[in-house]
């Protein structure tokens, strides 16, 4: 049994890499209506396909910010 969802592109902020057709973006998701996240996964170049990915909420992001700036220093 397949579950219906809707997902809306709001924001696309950084493709980091592209190969074989599917690039590896972070993009600002709204997933079934509900206020956009951060999102990061795999996209084919027209967004009809995806692979799995992560969602992170702006306090997260944040969080992932701060570390990794840390963490390059």
Do not use: C, Q
């Not at 009809?48 to 700036?69: C, F, H, P, Q, Y």
Request: proline share 1%; net charge negative.
């Amino acid at each position: 049994m397949s579950k219906e969802f809707s997902y809306e592109i709001e924001e696309e902020i950084a493709t980091l890499s592209t190969k074989g057709g599917w690039s590896l973006e972070l993009n600002r998701i709204s997933w079934n209506g509900r206020p956009a996240t951060y999102d990061l996964r795999k996209w084919s170049d027209d967004h009809s396909r995806m692979g799995k990915g992560i969602t992170l909420n702006d306090d997260e992001m944040a969080e992932l910010i701060r570390v990794m700036t840390e963490e390059a220093e």
